[in-house]
């Protein structure tokens, strides 16, 4: 007996760790029984541009025999402002590192990532689960699209924001936060259930040499590629942590929303974004006051912000990938 179908959209800016969490997304997919059915992938300006970012998902999803899951090019500029050109020096001029994915023979769908995701959650009306590791562009103008939206959508999952520690991009910002703060604040302010995955729990769950180096000895397509376009990333993140490793940010956002990990501390509670234009800006501002008396219950409060984890993810991330 096949176990019932869940439908997850993704929405990306695929760069690096993008490209671990589709490879995460398509691994548990596979997995008898899972039930997990990849139904939609958008993309959106960020690490690279739309355009770029849906290239490569493309790539990806062709290296791994899925080109049957349609991609849908999203948005190139932000709500207010314009898209800067993305985050090279992080994840490569290509946005994977540089590495050189063989083209794939299928191309982007024709209509937009927020028609996508607008269209996909009628088709699957209170079942769609949405994932967000990019800038949350297309989440709001598919909001605009249709309002009724939260209410077709089962969840929300979103990499993203800083709670209790410094942002990545400014001191208070984190990056998909940053880059479209006024989309981000239309996400958090409609009436559907968020669970926030931030700096707070990816920053400490990294990536060493021995894991990069046990993807590229597998042999395997997929994690083969990963484990080099990690190399550029590993580079980057020297100047983070002191030494090779990496966040595993997106990745680690697909494994919440699949309800694979043991969360350690995650409160619901209410959660705004800084849109004004001084040194706050792009900040997620979590009302995580009532952590003094195990975060009583809060009017209003529609957003889970996980905190930490039980366990570290790293170990998961690497068996899912080697299969992936
Ligand atoms: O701040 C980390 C986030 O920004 C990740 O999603 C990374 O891919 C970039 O989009
Ligand atoms: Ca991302």
Known sequence: MTSARTPYYLDC???IDDALAIAYLLAAAAQPDSGVDIV???SVSGNVSAAMGASNTLDLLALAGRSDIPVAVG???PKVGEFRGGAPHV????GIGNV???RSAASAVSESAAEMLVRLAHKHAGELRVIAVGPLTNIADALHLDPTLPGLVKELTIMGGAAL????ITAVAEANIANDADAASDVFAADWFITLVPLDVTMPNVFLEEHRAALIRSGRPVASALGHMLDHYFEFYVGVYGHRASALHDPLAVAVALGDLALKSAPVVRVVVDTTDGPGRGQTVCDLRGMYNGYPEQSGAHTRVVLSLEDDFAPTLLARLLVA
């Open 165 to 168: 520690v410094p942002g990545n």
């Open 13 to 15: 800016d695929t760069g």
């Open 40 to 42: 939609g992938i958008g």
């Open 100 to 102: 050189e994915l063989e």
């Open 91 to 94: 994840h490569g001029e290509n």
């Open 75 to 77: 948005a190139h500029h």
